[in-house]
């Protein structure tokens, strides 16, 4: 293999593969990078076996190739190269131990492992269902990633759960404590029609690992303006945003029915500045005893008055007053404090609606429309209280 | 004790004296502030007992008092009292459990610990011998702090040496295997005169703890436009920063004698950008094998080059050329590339001399004067070669 590609495009390449590339030494070719000369094009891969990563970047071919390279020392190369009155192109020629690199003033020889050792990473064979837009699509993984379990007791859990509807995506996860849901809706515009619908005939709920979405929204995020195309094969996901692939194995076994736990009425609803709420919430964690950290919601919508109170006999005790609106009946209903605080973390607007219907019932956040004061239902956080 | 201050000064001053609160638990007194009225004003006070700091704020005083409280719970607190549309004011009033807060709608009770049983603090009995700019003390410390020793072997060498003469002031700190100094020109206007003439008669050197100068350089910014004093006495140091005091224990022992290992001619001179060498030797360390992780640095002055050479049987090899100015004879220097990238680091101007006799001899790193291009001595930091 013998090539020239601009460094800018090369680092970019590194920077949205290596990610994936697995940490652990038992099997040393997962530390590697593979490099493909493709037609006129130069491809990277990287996979840690759960995910899979490749990037396309143009170059000049001077002789194909196949290789495999450690990726973290080829990114240290690499952002390492000067920048001042620097050489704009990547000189790459491979030999009988490995590739060397020239760029400027700066030269390597890394030594790299035979590329037929490296792992297949799948191959779509199917076409894209699903068409969406990156900030769109990294702004629901965000809002509900949080509440994916960590525990691997129940693998389901670990992942995020897609409901494809005819109208809708419905992003959720939880981990049994607390959950949260994001509706995304589609149109035609979103959809490769009759696949999407004769897909969503045979399986309507695929389980993601929430770590290939994690992935899926750094790479979003270094790709600023871009569309995600997805397509859902019987065990593998596939996401392209602009040329780079990422390839994740779903998760088998069936997703909680947890729509049924998702109340429909409430009879207290109240609304409050996110950041007030964030802020009292956050203080009476540090005064709340025990590993449930334990706080007490109080609400009287007569009074327009909530309080939020924590006691612990060790450390003393702590009250904040916040005003409200609300509507329906007085409550008095304890949290975890970090379940309730990672809510109100992703709620994505300035004012958040608590609503509740008793001490034992699940408690739902949600979003509230900045200029019509509306409550909205594309996005629900629930959180069980504690039974005091 | 009863009392009413601002938040803003309030929160200053758990900004300040929280740090050096101990995390330990064995002594639970050392999580806690002391907090005393004293004529008009509030005093807050922390130690570990190795460094304390005592902050004074202006607050209106209906009741005297004294009593201590945890730190953390009390700047948990403080730090999450809601920002808009606040109460101005905090207001502290003790019972028999602890202390009662309220800010705004925010209220606690925290409970505390007698204040008789906080440890005593050294009270300062001489008068300030120096005064010199907060950044200007600042920036030296940060120059020279990375060298002090982490491991207590050597006690003497986790602290920094400060040597105190007619007309200067030295900074130094080595582990053994780097040295760095740092010179502070003094006035008339940076002494107490008199005081400070007597007291470099009776003893010249003195050790001050890496923490302490850590803490002190953290206080300094949060305090932009600082004024230092310091006052010295037999084993304790004292800082007065904008109405802060920082009290320290001095390190016992005999700093080695230093000054002697400093090569005052060089039979090798070269000037390089400091980001080019530094982003050369960071990619050379990626490459270098080895816990001392090696790296050669070649410097020809005839052909107005050097260059930066890692090798490892493991990895592969990389090799970066500088054009640079030299003067004198040729050189090959093996480095701990660690070592280097460290004094090439703590250089504050954009180029940087590298100053060698041989490959066996201490090499200096020095800064170099922007306009005029001379190389400046209020500043050297000194690294041995590895012989190879």
Chains 1, 2 share one sequence.
Not at 38 to 63: D, F, H, M, P, Q
Not at 159 to 177: H, P, R, W, Y
Request: proline residues 4%; contains cysteine; neutral net charge.
């Amino acid at each position: 293999m013998k090539i020239i590609c601009t460094r800018e495009n090369f680092k970019n390449a590194i920077f949205n593969s290596e990610r994936v590339v697995s940490k652990q030494t038992t099997l040393p070719i997962l530390n590697n990078i593979l490099f493909e000369t493709e037609r006129g094009i130069l491809k990277l891969s990287a996979t840690n076996l759960e995910i899979g990563v490749e990037v396309k970047i143009g170059a000049k071919i001077e002789k194909e190739g196949r290789i495999s390279i450690p990726a973290r020392l080829l990114s240290n190369f690499v952002n390492n190269l000067p920048t001042k009155g620097a050489e704009e192109n990547i000189f790459l020629e491979t030999n009988e131990q490995g590739i060397k690199i020239k760029s400027g003033t700066a030269r390597a020889l890394i030594k790299g492992l035979p590329a037929g050792e490296f792992p297949l990473i799948p191959k779509k064979t199917s076409a894209f269902l699903i068409k969406l837009p990156g900030q769109q699509l990294k702004n629901a993984i965000l809002q509900v990633i949080n509440c994916a379990a960590l525990n691997e007791t129940r693998q389901e859990l670990t992942g995020v759960s897609l409901l494809l509807t005819e109208k809708e995506l419905f992003f959720a996860a939880t981990d049994s404590f607390r959950l949260a849901e994001k509706k995304l809706e589609i149109t035609s515009k979103n959809i490769n029609q009759e696949n999407y619908m004769s897909f969503i005939k045979k399986k309507s709920t695929i389980i993601i690992p929430a770590s290939t979405l994690i992935e899926l929204s750094r790479i979003i995020s270094n790709n600023e303006e871009s569309t995600v195309e997805v397509a859902i094969e019987e065990s593998q996901i596939f996401f392209n945003i602009n040329g780079i692939n990422i390839i994740s194995r779903l998760i088998n076994g069936k997703y909680p029915e947890y729509k049924n736990i998702i109340p429909i009425e409430f009879k207290t609803r109240a609304v409050v500045e996110k950041e007030i709420l964030q802020g009292a919430v956050k203080m009476a964690s540090f005064f709340s005893a025990g590993k449930a950290s334990e706080l007490t919601l109080k609400i009287d919508p007569q009074k327009k008055e909530s309080r939020i109170e924590a006691r612990s006999t060790e450390l003393g005790e702590n009250t904040s007053e916040l005003k409200l609106e609300a509507t329906g009946q007085a409550q008095d209903v304890v949290f975890n404090a970090r379940y309730l605080l990672d809510g109100i973390n992703t709620i994505a607007t300035s004012q958040v609606a608590i609503l509740i219907n008793s001490p034992f019932a699940p408690v739902a956040l949600k979003e509230i429309n900045e200029q019509t004061g509306e409550v909205l239902d594309s996005f629900v956080y629930i959180v069980m209280p504690i039974k005091s």
